[in-house]
C-alpha cells in the first residue's frame, strides 16, 4: 500500500460529483486557516485540485438504486477495506463524511469504534426515508451538518447544525456578480442529464430520440447539454450522432441557464439548482424495475424531484420510470412551448420561495469551522 504523509489530519470521503465539489470547497476553507493543513480522500477531479492526496478515485463507481449499487459492490468493498487500513495507520484528527450515505454510514460506524471524530456534512434524508438512520448516525458522529433547515429536528440536538444549502449558496453567489440585463428572447432547451454513468445512458437513450423529432419540428431551438465531468462528456460523445446538441461543461452551467427556456431535468440536486435560478423544467428519470419497486415501498414522497418535495406538490412536472419515454417526453415538451409565460411566473415564484428556506451564509466556511474544532 502506497505510503502517505504523517502529517495528514484531515480524511475526507465523497461519493459523487457534487459531494466531490462540495468537499473541495471545505478544503479550501480550511486551507485559508490552516495552510499546511494535509488531506486524504476518497473522492475525485475536485478535490484533487484542491490539494487532497486520493487514497481512491469514487467518481467512476457513483451509482444509482438498488440493483445498480449491487453490481458495484465488490469495488466499494474493497475500497472501504483499504481506507479502514489506512485509517487505523495514520488516524487522522478528523474524518469528513460529505453525503453517499450507503458507504459512509459504515465508514462512520467504524470511525466511531476506534474514537475518530466524524463530522458529516449532508447526512442522509432521513425525512424522505429510513428514520432509522438517524438515530446511529447521531451516535456515530461527532457532528452533524444539515443542509435542510428542519433536518436539526431529526439528530441529536447537540450534534446537528444547520449550515445552509449549498446550492443557494452557488446561485445567490452568482446572482450577485451578475449585472442587471434586458430580457433576452429564450430558445434554449438545457439537457441536464446527471452526473453517473448509468443515470446518463438512460437519459440519453430516451432523449435522444425525442430530440430527432423536436429538432425537425421547432428548428428556432436550440438545445445545450451540460456534462457533469470529463467522463460523462466521453459518454454523451458516444452517442451524440449527428443531433445539433451542443456540449456545455458544468462550470458554465449558471451561464447557460440564464438563457434557458426551460430544461429537462435527470432527478437529483440539478433540479433543485434549476428550481433557484427561476428556470422550469421537466423532471426526468429511470431505474431498474427491482429499484423503482423497493424505492416505493421505502419513500414516503408522492414525488421524485427534490424541488417538488420540498414545496409538497407538483410546481414541476415529472416523467418517471415508464412515463419517461420519448413520446410522453415531446407531448411534455410542447405543452413547455404553448404555456411559456405561466411556466416562466411559476418558476420565478417558487425560486424566491425556496432562497427564503435555504440560505444560511457560506455553507463551506460554516462547516469548516466545525471541523476545525478537532484539529
Not at 181 to 193: F, M, Y
Not at 217 to 246: F, N
Amino acid at each position: 500500500m502506497k505510503a502517505f504523509p504523517s502529517n495528514a489530519t484531515v480524511f475526507v470521503s465523497t461519493g459523487e460529483v457534487s459531494g466531490d465539489r462540495y468537499a473541495s470547497l471545505v478544503i479550501e476553507s480550511l486551507h485559508k486557516i490552516y495552510p499546511e493543513l494535509s488531506v486524504v480522500a476518497l473522492g475525485g477531479e475536485a478535490l484533487r485540485a484542491a490539494g487532497a492526496l486520493l487514497l481512491g478515485d469514487t467518481q467512476c463507481m457513483a451509482t444509482v438504486g438498488i440493483w445498480e449499487a449491487l453490481r458495484s459492490l465488490s469495488g466499494w468493498w474493497s475500497l472501504f477495506r483499504k481506507t479502514t487500513r489506512y485509517l487505523l495507520s495514520a488516524r487522522p484528527r478528523c474524518v469528513l463524511l460529505v453525503d453517499n450515505p450507503g458507504f459512509n454510514l459504515r465508514l462512520a460506524r467504524f470511525c466511531y469504534t476506534q474514537g475518530l471524530p466524524v463530522v458529516y456534512f449532508v447526512p442522509p434524508q432521513v425525512w424522505v426515508w429510513g428514520q432509522g438512520r438517524a438515530k446511529k448516525l447521531s451516535r456515530w458522529a461527532s457532528s452533524i451538518c444539515t443542509i435542510f433547515p428542519w433536518e436539526e429536528a431529526y439528530f441529536d440536538p447537540k450534534k446537528a447544525l444547520w449550515v445552509g444549502h449549498p446550492v443557494a449558496w452557488f446561485v445567490e453567489q452568482f446572482e450577485k456578480k451578475q449585472e442587471s440585463q434586458e430580457k433576452r428572447d429564450r430558445k434554449t432547451v438545457l439537457l441536464l442529464p446527471g452526473s453517473r454513468t448509468g443515470e446518463v445512458e438512460a437519459y440519453l437513450e430516451r432523449v435522444f430520440p425525442a430530440l430527432q423529432v423536436l429538432t425537425e419540428k421547432y428548428p428556432y431551438l436550440v438545445w445545450k447539454l451540460v456534462t457533469a465531468s470529463s467522463e460523462i462528456q466521453s459518454v454523451v460523445d458516444e452517442k451524440l450522432q449527428s443531433l445539433p446538441v451542443t456540449l456545455v461543461a458544468h462550470q458554465e452551467l449558471y451561464h447557460v441557464a440564464q438563457e434557458a427556456l426551460f430544461s429537462i431535468s435527470c432527478s437529483g440536486t440539478i433540479t433543485l439548482e434549476m428550481a433557484l435560478l427561476g428556470v422550469p423544467q421537466i423532471i426526468v428519470y429511470r431505474v431498474s424495475g427491482l429499484t423503482y419497486r423497493l424505492a416505493k415501498l421505502l419513500v414516503k414522497s408522492s414525488w421524485v424531484g427534490l424541488p417538488n418535495i420540498l414545496a409538497q406538490e407538483e410546481i414541476f412536472p415529472e416523467l418517471i420510470q415508464d412515463d419517461f419515454g420519448p413520446e410522453r417526453l415531446i407531448q411534455e415538451v410542447e405543452k413547455f412551448l404553448n404555456e411559456g409565460k405561466k411556466r416562466e411566473e411559476q418558476a420565478k415564484l417558487w425560486s424566491r420561495k425556496l432562497r427564503e428556506q435555504l440560505c444560511r451564509g457560506n455553507p463551506f466556511e460554516n462547516v469548516a469551522q466545525v471541523v476545525k474544532r478537532y484539529l
